[in-house]
């Protein structure tokens, strides 16, 4: 894994992701009482940054193998990604997806031409109907975060950041990130040690799920004691990734952690003051600068919105509960 | 009015204005039966377009003028970008509002450092209250639309989406156009015929709200029976501006009308599809690619979601109406 790979990733993605704009809000500045910058991923393609990574691990395959077809185990944004990288590349997708993932996920990853098939949330269980899969049909796995392919495509994000940052005159700030195996947290650490070093990440994740902060802690993998409980339910990975977690480990400042319900309030404030709609596992990263004040350094810091693939009924219990303050 | 003015309000807003993506989606482009390129100005500071044309108005008067103060009558987007704009300048700002304006719109206002005077949507009086105050407090009125600099703010809009265009390859559409009084629909009427006059603009109104598309229609001044009674509160003027009219006569298609039902499912799409809060007035624009299919020429159409500044509560509303079909 090098800045090469990403490079390389970025030209392969060119113009098929959009560049996320830096977006910052003067009312979010005052609760966070520091200056917030936020990329919202949650603008990208299929409604989540999934698409960088599995377009760059996709688009990396040797035609003929990529012709027979792709699997993989995903709660909803990988499985989106995937399938749109597929059915643009003409190949078939096959996504094991958890009982309990979003309909909203499970319908457009349908959508797009995959075939989708349930199981529990247990990673061994979904490992195994992956590989069997795999190896009766001939079809390649993209794991969702242990894939250097995918983990350059989502370093494509620290790029952007670094350039938007510098433009916006921010050359010191934590970077706090959602994290489930860690795809998205090691790509961007790696981007910006290249590009912009001063700029530290920090991964984010929901209480009870802190597997990549305790591990980080150690110095050594440290797995989850649940596999399904919180509403994030993008990032509810048993433990850090095998090919993540060294990178992490090397670049990564100490992990935050947030509750269920400041991921509801933050995606009310997301609601309210930037207009966007936050998933609970895209909301984490942005719920800590609002509700961990004391755990983040310096006058700026960066977030990413990871994505906004959500359920009508669980973005109705969030303005339910948290929003009606001022109507 | 001309492209010079729309020119030197861009120069004015350059580095303040966020420059908003032109979006697509796969699913909506299904859905419209054509190509979709959608410009979210609810991504804009202060939630809706309305910034461009208060600072360019409020930017462009004598500094000795503004210290003053100004003064205005707005359902809420025009008075948050007055307010921002003369916040900035350490200028006093007074917005009429109606009393039935959404509160986030009144608290956003108000947390903007302007005092607010509630009164009904009548609008001789609203304008009779506003002239009072300019004359006993020496404060400038910035009117929400007919103001030849607010107009030429609202046009630079225009040359970000003649220049979006381009890069996107698209050369000939109708470009729909969310309308009250017309500020914006002339804007980007007059910065389309300099930059890119195959691009042509349209209004969308809400049903029993169309003076614009029956003015249109008869070539002369058609008033609205009603001054309330739809959710699309931003856009329920009551007449076409004196300096509005002239240039959409001149430049713009027919006027398209939407259903209120239409634009609360055409939100429920916005938040499934693009990630976006859009308020209802945004949304007349995106309804009309949807439901007025027939109604619209051409392969490719762009329109404006031009605000985001929607309640809680309405915005359950259309989600518990029209979102949980997947749930």
Known sequence: MNIEM??????RLSNLVRCTPLLNSPVIDKLAGRRVWIKPECLQ??????????????????????????VTFSSGNHAQGVALAAQT??????????????????????????????SDRDRKHQEQIVAELSSERGLTIIKPFDNAEVIAGQGTIGLEIAEQARKCGVTEAEVLICCGGGGLLSGIAL??????????????????????ARSIAL??????????????????????????FPIIRRLCGSGLVVSDEDVLRAMVIAFEQLKLVVEPGGAVA??????????????????????????????????????????
């Open 6 to 11: 990403i490079n390389a990733a970025a030209t």
């Open 45 to 70: 393609i299929t409604g989540s940054f999934k698409f960088r990574g599995a377009w760059s691990a996709i688009s990396a395959l040797n035609p003929e193998v990529r012709t027979r077809g792709v």
């Open 89 to 118: 590349f003409g190949a078939p997708a096959i996504i094991v997806m958890p009982t309990d993932a979003p309909q909203t996920k499970i319908m457009s990853t349908k959508k797009m031409g995959a075939e989708v098939i349930l």
């Open 191 to 212: 981007a910006l040690e290249a590009k912009a070093p001063r700029l530290q990440c920090r991964s984010v994740e929901p209480q009870g799920f802190n597997d990549m």
């Open 219 to 244: 110095g050594d993998y440290v797995r989850n004691m649940y596999t399904s409980g919180s509403i994030c339910d993008a990032i509810l990975t048993p433990e850090p990734g095998k090919l993540t």
């Open 286 to 327: 942005l719920a800590a600068i609002l509700f961990q004040i004391s755990e983040i350094k310096g006058d700026d810091v960066i977030c990413i919105i990871s994505g906004g693939n959500v359920d009508a009924g669980v973005f109705v219990n969030a303005l339910t509960q948290f929003g009606m303050e001022n109507d």
